[in-house]
């Protein structure tokens, strides 16, 4: 059983080693889609062993990413549930109490998962349907917007929509809640990207960012 300040040591290691890749992600002095359409291009006229520098840097680094993925996703596995919960819990108090959340009035939000691990948006999702932003509780006219997304097809093309209540989700794949396309009385719920207002805050699940 790994102690308490080993189990920190080494998520701050993965957090460390997560920062280095995406950096050098972010600075690599070629764009990801551009030289991911370079190599495609060119392989019917050079052989792998002609690869540059660069492509090989490249390759390395995303090695180097899918590696650490594993090791957090294995990390994220082997995870105490008290801790897990704990954590949950200071990340949404995090959220709930910072003026850009506060002050958001179209809010695209992940509806949580317990088989994917992802941090427990339970309350911030409950904070969003039921209080408007900067008004009166009960005020239906100035209450915020919140849009959740729906997995569309086989190769996970998304759409963001809105929903009033929990009640408007349903179970699909892996058990993971997501919009019906319209609520109980028929009508069609809207999609972020015909809304007239612009989308204020994103929540998004991810296995690795760096500040």
Sequence with gaps: MLSHHH????ARELINTATQVVVALITHPRTLASSANERLSSQSHRPFATMT???????????????????IRKALKNMDPTRRSEE?????????SAPWFKHSKSICAYISSPELREVDTSRIVSEILSKPGNGQEGDVLNR????????EDRNS??????INSV???IVKSMN???PALSDAEGKQHEDA??????VDLFILPVIMTCS
């Design 157 to 162: 093309n998304m759409r963001m929509l809105r």
């Design 7 to 10: 189990r920190r040591a080494s």
């Design 167 to 169: 009640d408007d989700l």
């Design 53 to 71: 520098r660069n492509d090989e840097s490249l390759e390395a680094i995303f090695r180097q990413k899918h590696s650490l993925r594993s090791r």
């Design 144 to 151: 915020r917007k919140l849009y959740v997304p729906r997995v």
């Design 176 to 178: 993971v809640l997501e």
């Design 193 to 198: 990207m015909e809304a007239n207002d612009p």
């Design 88 to 96: 949950d819990a200071a990340i949404q108090s995090i959220v709930l």
